[in-house]
């Protein structure tokens, strides 16, 4: 997990605008429900976006990819060449450029702006010698009108075994989820705040256990007293403008989710004990660490949520960053 995550860590966004909550939209009078892309536009704006990643990841320069990033995945990927920009002000000395190959784009219908498609793309960054199937590269890509560029907003790395069929009409194209939409276990809108919950206290208990729910919060509780320092989490709802979840409607009935949350992570050291920060902490640093190190990260989810008033939600799906930090 933790290899994935720093696979990823360089790719972030900023602009996921919110779906809305009824099927149809009114933008400048447009009322058809249309797909949201092409796949030759779809395909040119992975091509695109790629390029400005390795060009960024190559000078760990933020300016060049800020263009093609949004919301959690944008938040991410800019503090984290930020960070490393700092570190190595003379570029990245281990520049391997990504491939983002075998794209398969799922694109819905809906009405109006903004409009967003999935891609579901082969990587080179996680490959192996196994026998076991290469994980995949899941990114929603959003624009908010015909003059702007697709940015990338959210991406999750997956096993391909875990990524569900999707209902689709007689022309291939996919469904979009309104984030109020009442017909699951969970409205899209209310994932954030109930995860957040969740992490808190372990409840509401709608979340499937597993490595993203369960095994995290016992991960954090052993790490929340350890010999001469204390460590306190708090994880707050991060679901609006650029940061809204965007949702896919799965063959079952069910629903594919992409949401965001702010996670907090708090240290505190005993008298005479000092905090280490590593670089890329320090890189983003205010205040000084005297006694205590804040950490905030923007942490992006998929989870795949049941049709109907039962059933638990499943967490396929993590990629948390660091955003910034602060001392005290």
């Known amino acids: ?6 696979a990823a860590a360089g790719l972030a966004a900023t602009v996921v605008l919110s779906l809305t909550a009824s099927a149809c939209v009114t933008v400048h009078g447009e009322r058809e429900i249309v797909p949201t892309a092409t796949e030759a536009e779809a395909a040119k704006a992975l091509e695109e976006f790629t390029a400005a990643y390795n060009e960024a990841d190559k000078a760990y320069d933020p300016a060049l990819d800020a263009d093609h990033v949004t919301g959690a995945l944008g938040a991410v990927n800019q503090a984290g060449l930020k960070a490393r920009g700092t570190n190595y002000p003379d570029g990245n000395p281990q520049h ?9 784009f799922v694109i819905p219908k809906k009405a109006g702006w903004p409009r967003w498609f999935l891609a579901d793309t082969d990587s080179n960054r996680d490959r ?12 929603v890509f959003v624009r908010g009108g015909v003059e702007d ?12 075994d875990r990524i569900p069929e999707f209902k689709r009409d007689e022309d291939g194209h996919a469904q ?8 699951f276990a969970v409205a899209p809108r209310d994932l954030s705040k109930d995860y957040a919950a969740y992490l808190q ?18 991960t954090r509780e052993k790490n929340t007293s350890l010999p001469g320092l204390s460590t306190q989490y708090i994880d707050h709802a991060l679901d609006s403008g650029a940061f809204a979840p965007l949702g896919l409607v799965q063959q079952d009935g069910g ?9 907090f992570e708090r240290q505190t050291a005993a008298p005479g004990v000092q905090i280490k ?13 005297k006694s205590t190190l804040t950490k905030e990260r923007v942490s992006s989810q998929l989870v795949s949520v049941p049709a109907g008033g039962g059933g638990k939600s499943d967490i396929l799906g993590r990629m948390a960053g660091l955003t910034s930090a602060k001392g005290s």
């Open 255 to 263: 629903a594919l989710v992409f949401f965001s949350v702010k996670n």
């Open 1 to 6: 997990m933790r290899r994935l995550s720093r």
């Open 128 to 139: 192996d010698n196994s026998d076991q199937l290469d994980n995949r590269w899941l990114l």
């Open 277 to 289: 920060v590593v670089p890329d902490v320090k890189a983003l640093l205010t205040g000084e660490v």
């Open 149 to 160: 560029t697709w940015k990338a907003a959210y991406l999750t790395i997956v096993s391909p």
């Open 201 to 218: 206290d372990g409840s509401p208990e709608h979340f499937a256990a597993g490595p993203h729910t369960t095994g995290w919060r016992q």
């Open 176 to 183: 979009a989820v309104a984030p109020d939409d009442a017909a």
């Open 96 to 104: 391997v450029p990504l491939e983002l190959t075998d794209a398969r």
